[in-house]
């Protein structure tokens, strides 16, 4: 079994859509949770960082954890066109030198 | 600059040439990692330096050697690779020793072996 498994997509929605993104886990010692964003000829870029359960938002972006069932979610509200790239869950322990395992990244396109 | 810049940018190579990808950190980070990409994959984890010292090696097969003359530079040498190894190399660097910061990423080198 994977350690963090992730639905690669492809995903396809109309602009203006709300995307759900997900990942599980099977490590319960996981403790912070991140989102990457990653266009096209690009290294990922950091989107979303948490560390408990529940909720955290910022501007268009929702992230969720659910610890308790081993579950991250990514929620993209009016989706846009520049939303089109593949998002990557990635989570790590607690210390150490931040060994982050990643998803396989689900590719996401918004179409106009 | 700014943030992890790495060059190349793409790079193609036959299987019984050397070359070097070279990743530089503008972040005043002091952990740097390599890691590949390959299609459909999750990003794999290859070298860790944290504090200049090599923390982790992930079963890399020695075609691949690593460098970190410093915090801010780090090389990944190349010779004799395989088809199998073309890929995405991706550079990232963090503060090290706290588990709870993120990694940044350069962004990439595009390796195609022949």
């Known amino acids: 079994q994977k350690e963090v498994e992730q639905d690669p997509g492809p995903l396809s929605v109309p602009e203006g859509a709300i995307v759900s993104l997900n990942c599980t886990y099977s490590n319960s010692a996981f403790q912070y949770f991140m989102w990457y964003r990653q266009y096209s000829r690009k290294g990922p870029e950091l989107l979303m960082y948490t560390y408990s359960s529940g909720n955290k938002e910022d501007g268009r972006f929702t992230a969720q954890v659910d610890k308790s069932s081993k579950y991250i979610s990514l929620f993209i509200r009016d989706s846009q066109p520049s939303d089109s790239a593949t998002y990557l869950c990635a989570m790590s322990l607690l210390g150490g030198y931040n060994k982050l395992i990643f998803g396989a990244g689900t590719r996401l396109a918004v179409h106009p | 600059e700014t943030g992890v810049t790495q060059t190349p940018r793409h790079l193609v190579m036959g299987m019984t040439n050397k070359k070097s990808l070279k990743c530089e950190q503008h972040?005043?980070?002091?952990?740097m990692y390599w890691y590949k990409q390959s299609a459909k994959k999750p990003l794999e984890l290859m070298f860790v330096y944290s504090l200049e010292e090599r923390v982790e090696n992930n079963s890399v097969p020695s075609r691949f050697s690593p460098e970190c003359p410093n915090s801010s530079h780090l090389f990944l040498h190349l010779h004799t690779l395989q088809p199998e190894d073309s890929a995405l190399y991706l550079c990232a660097s963090s503060v090290a020793g706290r588990g709870t910061d993120t990694q940044y990423f350069g962004p990439g080198t595009r390796l195609t072996v022949l």
């Open positions: 972040l005043g980070h002091n952990a």
